[in-house]
């Protein structure tokens, strides 16, 4: 069974200052890694995805994400924070052999301040 | 482009009362699933669909019941309503899983069960 954890259920930053926002996960076959953004009473957004290749993965907003085989984690990352980019983040993984399923971590709500 | 629509936004009912919450895309995706939002718990797979009148279980299918008689419907069905099934419910679909991609959601349905 595949699963997904986000230890860290607040994260704050200054505007402008460099985000982190952290994500390791567990599959049995090869990974297939999603960020979603969560804007107050919307539904979820796709923001970058790490299917293979480059283990670093560029998305929307000017959001990264960089995959570690070794310490199998898909960090989501941006620059320089935003005070937009206040909302909730949420890592996934896809099971691509068993109709596309994902499994969704608990989500980190992100706050930046000004 | 609409993408994922999903009615209604908010809804109260009364313990034991039956209701529809509605879905449609019009991307042609063949995937489609119904996940629930409950706060600080992530999202849950409800039922999912790949494709028109195939339909399977996810990880919390009781209390619920789904049909998909086209490619672009996906109504989630509630009985017999109980209390904890207050949440928000999100609809999502996805193209086919040989293109990998992330899903696109509908903006939820808030249910309170009162």
């Known amino acids: 069974a595949q699963s997904v954890a986000q230890p860290e259920d607040q994260v704050n930053v200054a505007e402008g200052n460099p985000l982190t926002v952290k994500c390791t996960y567990s599959v049995s076959g090869n990974p297939y890694l999603f960020w979603y953004v969560q804007y107050p009473n919307r539904g979820l957004q796709f923001l970058l995805k790490y299917i293979t290749g480059d283990n670093l993965v560029k998305g929307s907003y000017g959001f990264e994400a960089e995959f570690n085989k070794s310490q199998t984690s898909f960090h989501l990352k941006k620059p320089s924070a935003l005070v937009s980019d206040s909302a909730l983040y949420f890592c996934a993984v896809r099971d691509m052999a068993n109709a596309g399923k994902s499994t969704f971590g608990d989500g980190t709500t992100l706050t930046v301040k000004p | 482009n609409a993408g994922v629509t999903q009615t209604p936004k908010f809804r109260i009912l009364k313990i034991g009362q039956s209701m529809t919450l509605q879905c449609t895309q019009d991307?042609?995706?063949?995937?489609m699933y119904w996940y629930r939002q409950d706060p600080g718990m992530g999202l849950k797979l409800i039922y999912y669909?790949?494709?028109?009148?195939?339909?399977d279980k996810g990880e919390v299918p009781n209390g619920y019941n789904v049909s998909r008689s086209t490619t672009e419907d996906f109504p989630l069905r509630l009985e017999l309503a109980a209390p904890s099934q207050t949440s928000v419910y999100f609809c999502a679909s996805s193209n086919n899983v040989d293109r990998v991609g992330g899903y696109t959601f509908g903006s939820g349905t808030r249910l309170t069960v009162v």
């Open positions: 991307m042609n995706h063949n995937y």
């Open positions: 669909s790949v494709g028109a009148g195939i339909t």
